[in-house]
């Protein structure tokens, strides 16, 4: 492992990389182990390139990670929905590694991910349709970069808190 003082780097020629975390609904859900088991299983030359990091992220990064939906109705859902308890997060690097991520993980609707898919598997009856009439972020379990853009936005971005959680660990 690089370790973060490297970061970001770029990857390695052919591959790309993306920020991958577990949102609090799946930690809080006892399935880490699963979905980086099935990470594992299903897409074994993703790799994590750096640390798995432990975060519990603050509203701040929380809102400039998602700064594109600002404004939109389940903006401040999604916020609540990450800020409330802790994330697992890492960064995953491989060839065509965001589609494949993405299309592993399922559609950002859970009721129309596809069985196989992080979401489909696990989704038990959540849909953006029931998410949107209890006003609250829609339990889709995992986030990944959407595109070559926003990852590399993303990880700049996650770099200072997982840093931040990396070198309190070292003081205590």
Known sequence: MSGLKDWPKEPEANNEQSLFFIKPDAVEDGLVGMIFGRLARDLPDIEIVDEMTFVNPDR?????????????????????????????????????????????????DPSKAAIG???????????????????????????????????????????AAMKAVRNFRLKN
């Open 117 to 159: 898919t992080i979401r489909g598997d696990f989704a038990n009856g959540e849909s953006v349709e029931l998410s949107t009439k209890q006003k609250r972020g829609t339990r889709t379990r995992v986030h990944s970069s959407e595109n070559a853009a926003a990852a590399k936005r993303e990880i700049r971005l996650w770099m």
């Open 60 to 108: 701040e990064l929380i809102e400039e990670h998602y700064a594109e939906h600002k404004g939109k109705f389940f903006c401040d859902w999604l916020v609540d929905s990450i800020v409330r308890g802790p994330i697992i997060v890492c960064i995953v690097e491989g060839d065509n590694a965001i589609a494949r991520l993405r299309e592993w993980a399922g559609v950002t």
